[in-house]
């Protein structure tokens, strides 16, 4: 039975979100603030939370990026908030998705259901004979799902790895963003095509020494992205 975490801090939305995943067959948690969110989220293993944004002690942003230095898990953050640059933001931190309240909780069950089954199917799909990707001091380990650049490990997400793995594969070709998001996120994704843009800035971050003048991923202007071989 798979797992979730609540961490919301209205009880009302959180028993509603609650009693639809049980329904439904998943097992869940309430935690209602922030602090001990964290706590339980980094400490106890699930197999996917749902974060809200605005919560007392430690808001949803600060939990996804702490969560997500640990430990890859599927995090939908929930907000009331309809900002882009709230969405932008979450993502940037590695959030997989966002659900705006009000919401259906049958959409929100919907989606639950999905990242989970990608999330397994991206976990379970690399063969254990698939050799590095080595390209000028970066290392793709496929295998182990491992960056190195220069012999030093960055931490990547799961979608940050499969956007760089699948470049790379890929060298010299232009993929737009369209395309990226249909081949990394799905045809039935509920996300939005702004965060394959999000993805493309957090892999320059960690993999480029000068991320505005980029040598493995340009930015190929009104087509999309390329990485470069040479």
């Known amino acids: 039975m798979k797992k979730v975490l609540i961490i919301e801090d209205e009880k009302s939305i959180a028993e509603l979100e609650r009693d639809y995943l049980e329904i439904n067959g998943f097992e869940t948690d309430i935690v209602l603030t922030g602090d001990q969110g964290l706590q339980v989220a980094i400490t106890q293993d699930y197999d996917l939370i749902l974060l809200d944004v605005m919560l007392p002690n430690i808001d949803g942003f600060e939990i996804c990026r702490k969560v997500r230095n640990i430990k890859e898990i599927p995090i939908i953050m929930v907000t009331a908030k309809k900002e882009e640059i709230d969405k932008i933001r979450g993502l940037g931190l590695g959030a997989d998705d966002y659900l705006v309240k009000p919401f259906s909780p049958n959409e929100m069950v919907a989606r639950v259901k999905a990242h989970l089954a990608r999330f397994e199917r991206l976990s379970t799909k690399q063969k254990p004979e698939t050799l590095p990707i080595d390209i000028r001091g970066l290392s793709i380990d496929r295998t182990d799902r491992r960056v190195l650049v220069n012999n030093q490990e960055v931490i990547v997400t799961n979608k940050e790895f499969d956007v760089l793995t699948f470049l790379a594969m890929n ?35 960690k993999i480029e020494h000068d991320p505005s003048n980029p040598e493995y991923i340009e930015t190929v202007w009104g087509a999309g992205y390329r990485f470069k071989s040479t």
Do not use: A, C, M
Not at 183 to 197: L, P
């Open 171 to 205: 060298p010299n070709q232009v993929f737009s963003k369209e395309h990226l998001f249909e081949r990394i996120w799905g045809y039935d994704s509920s996300g939005d095509i702004s965060t394959v843009t999000v993805h493309i800035r957090k892999i320059r971050e």
